[in-house]
């Protein structure tokens, strides 16, 4: 029997995932059906230190760290399915397959995360991921995600 739980703010990523900022790429999960679905969201804020050099004339998100927000929302979704009460001591991106950049996202963008689960196998779970802005798909990703406890 897994948890239920309908969101999660940062104070419950932060207990949830063991990244920590700059590297947290996402700042709440809006909506959560157990580990088959969830919405993660990210601000993009020209603070972020990553568009001090990517690119400081014309600001653009990575796309491996839009990548990296459809896994922690995936790491956050395999968590909150465990029955255990407490966290894991880690969660691991394990594979990154049929990545697709559509649209840049830059600095005032709200992105939302869409993950929906494939499959899962053990500790190993396997999400299709989908960064949307204002309606549009702009990255998706199939991506894996391992618990490890310890």
Not at 15 to 29: A, E, K, S
């Amino acid at each position: 029997m897994s948890r239920t739980i309908e969101s999660a703010t940062i104070r419950d990523i932060l207990r949830y995932l063991p990244h920590r900022y700059p590297f947290l790429m996402i700042d709440r999960v809006i909506e959560i059906d157990s580990d088959n679905f969830g919405i993660g969201v990210k601000n993009v804020s020209i603070n972020e230190p990553q568009f001090q050099g990517h690119f400081p004339a014309e600001p653009v998100m990575p796309g491996v760290l839009l990548i990296e927000g459809m896994a922690q929302t995936a790491g956050v979704l395999c968590v909150i399915s465990q029955e255990e009460s407490t966290s894991p001591s880690l969660v691991y991106f394990m594979t990154i397959d049929k990545a697709k950049f559509r649209k840049p996202v830059v600095p005032g963008d709200v992105v939302h995360y869409r993950m929906t689960k494939e499959r899962q196998r053990g500790n190993v779970w396997r999400f299709h991921g989908e960064a949307v802005v204002d309606g549009q798909t702009v990255a998706q990703a199939d991506v894996s995600a391992m618990i490890v406890r310890d």
